[in-house]
């Protein structure tokens, strides 16, 4: 079992950047599938960045351009870097991992990822 803890939430003004991290613990993530998702207050949530164990990644449109996930495998440590932010990126983002393929998980929408974390609350003020 992975256990997630998210960090480096804020509120920032339109047009700045922040970098989210999530610390993963209690299992090597080397070959997991590692996400972020961001929910706001009555949205759906939004599948924001996937990042393959081998490299590949994926995003929404809505922040194609604008956010970058990362992760560094000696410290179990995955980044959403986000730059440019718009009001419409206030969210609670959250991190979450699955042994699965991402390429699986994305084309199988309603499969529930094995591991989340808590969230931490983005605010981008106008």
């Known amino acids: 079992q992975v256990q997630l803890e998210e960090s480096g939430g804020g509120s920032v003004q339109t047009g700045g950047s922040l970098k989210l991290s999530c610390v993963a613990s209690?299992?090597?993530?080397?070959?997991?599938?590692m996400a972020w998702f961001r929910q706001a207050p009555e949205n759906e949530r939004e599948r924001v960045a996937t990042?393959?164990?081998?490299?590949?990644?994926s995003y929404a449109d809505s922040v194609k351009g604008r956010f970058t996930i990362s992760k560094d495998n000696a410290r179990n440590i995955v980044y959403l870097q986000m730059t440019s932010l718009k009001p419409e990126d206030t969210a609670k983002y959250y991190c979450?991992?699955?042994?699965?393929?991402?390429?699986?998980?994305?084309?199988?929408?309603?499969?529930?990822?094995?591991?989340w974390g808590q969230g931490t609350q983005v605010t981008v003020d106008s």
């Open positions: 979450a991992a699955d042994p699965g393929s991402c390429e699986w998980m994305i084309t199988h929408p309603r499969v529930r990822w094995a591991n």
């Open positions: 209690g299992s090597t993530f080397t070959k997991y599938c």
């Open positions: 990042l393959e164990w081998e490299g590949t990644t």
